[in-house]
Structures are given as C-alpha cells and as structure tokens.
C-alpha cells in the first residue's frame, strides 16, 4: 500500500525532513561503525560522486558527450599539489583555486564544443583526456617540476586532525575518519547546490538546450554563455574532486588521470542513471566498491586466469555496463526509481489552486 | 631537405597503419551509424591471436599453448596473422550480434556507451592475458639496417612500401567488394538510406555484421601491420585509436578515401609538427589533437565528407 502525498505539502516536507535527518544519521554512524581502511574508500566515493555529478551536469543535463573529465579530475590534483607543496597553501584554501582553474580549463574547452557536437565533440574530447597526462609530464615551463613529472609527487602530510578536530576526539591514527566528516560536509553542500541550480533559471536553460537547441534560443537562452557555464561548473566539481582525492591519498601521480579514470566515471554515471541526481552516489559507490570486491577473485580456467587484483575489475565494469544498458536502460535509479516510488510512495503534483470567489459562481 | 624527406617518409609508415584503422571505423559507422570505439581493441586481440599462434608453445605467451595442438604449430607468421584476421573478423561478427544487436537503432548515446563498454571488457581480456610488457611480434616484411630504398638520400624502408600494399590493397578489396556484389550493393544502399531499403527487403541485421566483420579484419591487419614494425603491447592500439579517430573525423566519417587521407595528415602531423618545434615525442598526439579542432571548426563535416543537409 503505498503512501500518498501531496508535493509540497506540510506532509511531504515532514517526511522529507525525517528521510534527510535518519541519513544524516545513518552517514554519520557509519564513519564510526567502518574500520578506518574502508573509510578510506568511502572518501574516495564521496569524491568520485562529486566528479560524476559535475560529469553528468554536462552529458546527462547538457546533452553532450564529453569523455575528458578525467583531465579536470587531474587539474584540481596537480594544482592542488603545486599550491600546497611549493606555496605553503592551508589545504582547504586551495579548494577555490582548484575549483578556478578547472573551470577556466573547461570554458576553454566549451569553444569548441559550440560548434563541435555528437561524435565529433566525443573525439576531441577523448583526444583531451589521452593528452593531459603527456601534458603534465613535459618539462617545458617547469610544469613537470610541479606536477611531479612522470614519477608523481607527495604531498607532505595527508589532512589531519587540527583545532576542531583534536577537540571533537580525533587522533592523527585516524585522519580518514576526520577527512570523511569534511568531505561529508562538502558533498551535501554541492548535491543540494546542483539541485538547486537545476531548478533555477540557469539549470532550465542547461536542460532546454539539450532537449532543442534552436527552440532554447528562440526562447531567449544565450547559448554560447550557457554552454560555457555548463562546461565550466561541470570541470569546476572535477577539480574539486581532483582536490580532495589528491589530498585523501597525499599522492599525485599523471597514471591516476589516464583515460580509464574518465571511462570509469561514465560507467558509474550510467549505472547509476544518467540525469538523475541520486545515481552518482549509487554510481561512485558500485565503482568503488567494485573494485574492492573484486580483489579477492581469482578463478583459474585452465587456459586463462581472472586475477581481480589486475586489470581484471575493468572486465567487471565492461559486463556490467553491458547488462545495465541493456536491461535498465536508464540507469539504476532512473529505471528503478519510478517503479518503486509507485508501489511505495507516491508524490501527487499539487492541485489547481481554487478560485478564491467560489460563491460568486453559483 | 633530406632530413624533411626523412621525416615524410617516416610518417607514411604511421599512415598506413591510422588509415586501415582509419577505413575500418568508417566501414562499421557506415554499416550502422554508429562509431565503434572497440575497434581497436578488436584488432588488437587478432594481433595477440597471431602472436600466439606463431610462439612455440614452449614460450610464456597466452594461448600459445591454446594453438599447440593444431597441425603445423607453431604458425609462419603470414599464416597466423591470416587466420588471426578470420578469427579478429568472428569475434566482431559475434560482438556486433550479441552485444551490439541493437547498435543501429538505439539512441547515439547509449550505443557509444555500449561500444565504450565493449573497449574495456576486450581491453581487460587483453592486458589481464598478455599484458604486463612489451613483446617482439617478429617481421613481417625485410626490416633490417639495409633493408630500404635511397630516395634522395632519404630512406624508405621495405616495411613501409609493405604495409602501403597491405593496407591498399585490403581497402581496394573493400571496394572492390562494395561495387561488384549484391552484398555490397545492398551495404552501400543501406548507408545511403536506412529506411527505403529496408523496405525493398534488405536486411540490416546482416549487413551491420557484415560491416563489423569486414572492420574486425582491417583492424586486425593494422595490429599486426603495427606490431611488426615495433613490439606488441597492450596500449599499442589504444593509442592508435586516437590517432585514426583523429584521422577518420579528418576525411569524415563516411568516405573510404578520406580516412586514407586523413591517416596520411595525421601521421605526417605526428611527425612533423613535434619534429620542427623541438617538442619531445610524446607530444605529438597534442599535434594530431590540434590539427584535428581546427580542422573541425572550419569543416565539422571532415574534408571528404558529405555537408549534412537538415530537411525542414
């Protein structure tokens, strides 16, 4: 028996507000019930469904296929490298730094993009993720200096417990744990801002330009200028995902930002379901997570090996890609989603307000 | 002037290879109107075939062992990489009807989701089975210090002049193929208009096989073609692929020549570019990258490719 509301209604919000507060709850437990190893890898979740939500921003909302993502991922590492190691940066100021330059990076690379489009606009975009790694290993202008060249570079101390942290009981045994609730903090900050900017003029605009091009600018979009935002927010949370994962693992390395870290946050973006905003967090999760797992396979047929701690997961990945598109079309969430609110929970639109002067009428 | 011979007739060998990879990506876009970004890896994994079936089964390759039991193992290396194209021609026919069934039909977008998922499952298979380091492919034509011909003062090796008659010579079969049979004609009035001839009773489904399978071969042909040339390793035709998509979106995605064509620039672009500015070598993907946008801005269509008209 499902359980009818009415949108917006005081009892739509109410349960809203129940739902946010037990996963609040539930988020919140979970740093302390996991060992501080999978916590860890929560983290990185948390920073790949940054990257995938400013992914999907573009391909799911926006409507074109871009696959270079991975390069904006890589920026906001190396920047982030760079700012703290060479100028003393404090870690979290160099968040908008990184958010800047990742965004300067994808506005330049929306020009094309204006007039490049489909398969092309693929192309080009591949070709980018291909060539930011060999970018970042080149010597001229002393970029390899910076980014650490083709060996990577550390950054000295990871994020640990200062001030707040020490006081809220958090050792340096543990810096994962104390990262989770920062990370924690930012990846609510940016879900309900993308919600938020998906509802506002801008974010119509993003969807109406994918939907019909000529159509949204008949209707008075500034395509050019709406492209270049999109573009440009959407590399903006890269970098910032390319922040916090360099300053989770305290490494950063041009063989992290291959190509396959781009193929990978597609593959987390469509199974989670694209356009949705719920389906980065299961996307980044079955990524994560995935990976994980399969490091304990290792089946021997005879003629060949599937070892899953070597390129083996990509195997993983490939299949159930494969299965998904063919048997949840639009994603986990997006396919699901509907079928079970039906059954369980309703949302009814709100309805026509009434004519306040009933009485005239009769 | 020598050395800019030189450096020419160093990028045709390149360009032979970009254009095969080149013509086969433009044969399964015109068999369903999709890209296939497995393409690569397909012939590649026909290129490992052939590794395997030319190793002694004494060697630690994968699937040498596989291969020990037939007659005449191991393989001369034309052998194998002929039967390694029929099977590389197998394994796309079998991708394109099990994986791909529906590639033709459903929306762009999630047929290059498929296709990409498509290249790391045959990407996994390959670097799980032979990856980890280069290996030595063996030759496929004369390539030692004095095998080349003086071209005023400049030299052209022999694998050079080999892989150009390879490669026109499969795409002359292609094309010849294409203009003398029914399957061919039906192929080329299935890219011209889907819908009218499906209704005078072609069958897509086995023309966008036939595609694939005539790809599948070119692709593995490339593989071998580049291997010989320098070492098989895992990446070789990922990076390849970027180069002939570079090369196919050059000549546009529809025409045959244009994608010979465009390997040519792409490889010449490749080498001369970074060679003339000083730049290390593994910038001159940023080369093809750049002849690539800005051929694109000017002709989003390509240079061989037909303007699309939009119907109102």
């Known amino acids: 028996m499902a359980i009818v509301v009415e949108r917006g209604s005081s009892k739509h919000r109410t349960h809203m507000m129940i739902l946010m507060a037990v996963a609040l709850a539930v988020l919140i437990l979970a740093a302390f019930i996991l060992p501080e190893y999978q916590v860890g890898r929560v983290n990185r979740m948390w920073a790949m469904a940054i990257a995938i939500m400013g992914l999907n921003l573009v391909l799911g909302y926006g409507g074109l296929f871009a696959l270079g993502h991975s390069a904006f991922i890589g920026l906001g590492a190396f920047v982030t490298a760079w700012l703290v190691q060479d100028l003393n940066f404090d870690y979290w100021m160099v968040i908008p730094f990184s958010m800047a330059s990742a965004f300067a990076f994808g506005s330049l690379l929306a020009l094309p993009a204006l007039r490049i489009k489909g398969l092309y606009l693929v192309v080009i975009t591949i070709a980018v993720a291909v060539v930011f790694p060999s970018l970042a290993k080149i010597e001229t202008f002393g970029i390899a200096e910076k980014t650490g060249g083709a060996n990577g570079r550390i950054i000295d101390e990871k994020v640990l417990p200062t001030g707040l942290g020490k006081a809220l009981g958090f050792t340096e045994t543990e810096p994962a744990r104390y990262r989770y609730f920062l990370i924690l903090a930012m990846v609510i900050v940016v879900t309900f801002a993308i919600r938020n900017l998906l509802n506002s003029r801008a974010g119509r605009a993003i969807i109406a330009i994918r939907d019909n091009e000529t159509g949204a600018a008949v209707s008075g979009v500034n395509l050019v200028r709406q492209k270049v935002f999109t573009f440009g927010t959407s590399a903006a949370l890269c970098g910032l995902s390319g922040t916090i994962l360099a300053l989770d693992k305290g490494f950063v390395a041009e063989q992290d930002f291959l190509f396959p870290l781009a193929v990978e946050m597609l593959v987390g973006l469509v199974i989670g379901g694209v356009a949705t905003l719920g389906g980065a967090f299961i996307g980044a999760f079955v990524i994560v997570f995935v990976k994980e797992f399969s490091k304990n396979i290792n089946i021997d047929f005879g003629i060949f090996v599937l070892d899953g701690k070597g390129p083996f997961s990509a195997l993983i990945f490939g299949v159930i890609l494969i299965i998904v598109t063919f048997f949840l079309p639009r994603g986990i969430v997006g396919s699901l989603k509907p079928k079970i609110m039906q059954k369980v929970y309703r949302i009814d639109p709100k309805a026509p307000p009434l004519p306040d002067d009933l009485s005239r009428l009769s | ?312």
């Open chain 2, 1 to 312: 002037m020598t050395l800019f011979l030189q450096r020419i007739l160093d990028g045709l060998f390149n360009g032979s290879i970009y254009g095969a990879l080149a013509v086969a990506i433009a044969i399964s876009h015109r068999a369903t109107g999709r890209v296939n970004l497995a393409q690569g890896e397909i012939g590649l994994f026909g290129g490992y075939i052939a590794l395997a079936m030319a190793s002694p089964a004494a060697s630690f390759v994968a699937g040498a062992a596989l291969f020990s039991n037939l007659p005449g193992h191991p393989f001369n290396l034309w052998a194998a990489t002929m039967i390694a194209v029929m099977i590389a021609t197998i394994l796309a026919v079998a991708l394109q009807r099990v994986v791909m069934r529906d590639f033709g039909e459903s929306t762009p977008q999630r047929a290059l989701n498929r296709s990409i998922a498509l290249l790391i499952c045959v990407s996994a298979v390959i670097s799980s089975q032979w990856g980890g380091r280069a290996r030595v492919f063996g030759q496929l034509f004369p390539s030692g210090a004095d095998d080349y011909l003086n071209v005023a003062g400049a030299r052209l090796r022999y694998t050079t002049i080999g892989a150009w008659v390879v490669v026109l010579v499969s795409c002359g079969l292609v094309t010849l193929f294409m203009s003398k049979t029914k399957a061919g004609l039906s192929f080329r009035a299935l890219t011209d208009n889907r819908g009218s001839s499906v209704l005078v009773g072609i069958q897509p489904k086995k023309l966008m096989a036939l595609g694939w399978g005539i790809s599948g071969a070119l692709a593995a042909l490339a593989a071998s073609l580049s291997a010989s040339m320098s070492l098989l390793d895992s990446s070789l035709m990922f990076r390849t692929l970027i180069y002939a998509l570079a090369a196919v979106t050059l000549g546009g995605f529809d025409s045959l020549r244009g994608a010979v064509v465009g390997g040519i620039i792409v490889a010449q672009a490749q080498t001369l570019i970074p060679g003339y500015l000083g730049l290390p070598t593994e910038m001159s993907i940023v080369a093809a990258l750049i002849v690539l946008i800005a051929v694109l801005v000017f002709r989003p269509w390509g240079l061989f490719g037909q303007r699309p008209v939009e119907r109102v």
